[in-house]
């Protein structure tokens, strides 16, 4: 996908002076843009605020990489865009001027302990507490997606997921990876797993029923709530799959305290690589 021309599609909202903007904003990061063939994935630029709509963007293939307009006259952000070009290079997706820190998590305790790590670098950061409470929500999330949801045994059966609530670690081969960074305001984190599993359709379902009250579970939901509250609480989610090998999932979370999270604007960006 490194060289594929984007299929540039603007939300209807866009003036023409505002696409040829955002047209060069990502020209400059050497984003190709162009009709692209019929395999090539399609960019769709919209204000970031989600709608129900966008899910059946999600479902096409590839599944369209949905891009938010947040600056001003309706640009896409510079971090975004680097994310976006990092994602689709097979770079990585964390900001390299970021000081990262990695753990290999094994067991749901790990992951708690991972997000009260992350949280303090908040706190260090001159973050608040609700900034903080936030990034330890995410990071548990991806977490444990990543530790008990992604593990299949050799039948391509799934290893942990069907008891989510009894499993407190896992085997040594099926451990996964977090990492997490705070920089300009932001945190960002990473789950890595080895499996490639993760399809669009979780993240679909949660568009489709986006703006519809949570069903909360008080005992911690499902895989399908938990990432529901990763997309309220994130700015940015990008996730990279390489089938049968491995998934990273990216958030991006503003440190900042705006009310609402979930109708801030958000960037969803999937990308399906080949083995």
Known sequence: MKDTPL?????TSMTPEALDKASGVLARDGLLLGRGDVAAPQLVL???????AHAELLERRPPALLLATRDPGGQPS??????????????ALLPPEA???REELGSVAD???????????VMQSGGSKVAASRVADVVHEIGVNALLDAPVDDAGQPKYAHRRGQVQSVADEDRCLLSWAVVDGRAWLEATDRFGRLT????????????????????????????RRILEHSDAVAVRVIPGQKTQFACGVDLGDARRRAAQPKSLLFCLERG
């Open 111 to 121: 992951v708690t302990a991972a997000g009260e790590r992350a949280a303090e670098a």
């Open 99 to 101: 000081s990262v820190s």
């Open 46 to 52: 919209f204000d970031g605020r989600l709608t129900p």
């Open 200 to 227: 669009t359709s979780p993240l679909v379902r949660v568009v489709k029923a986006w703006g519809e009250k949570a069903q909360v579970d008080a005992s911690g939901g499902g895989a399908g709530l938990g990432l």
């Open 7 to 11: 299929k540039l599609t603007p939300d």
């Open 78 to 91: 510079p971090w975004e865009v680097r994310l976006l070009g990092a994602l689709l290079r097979g770079g």
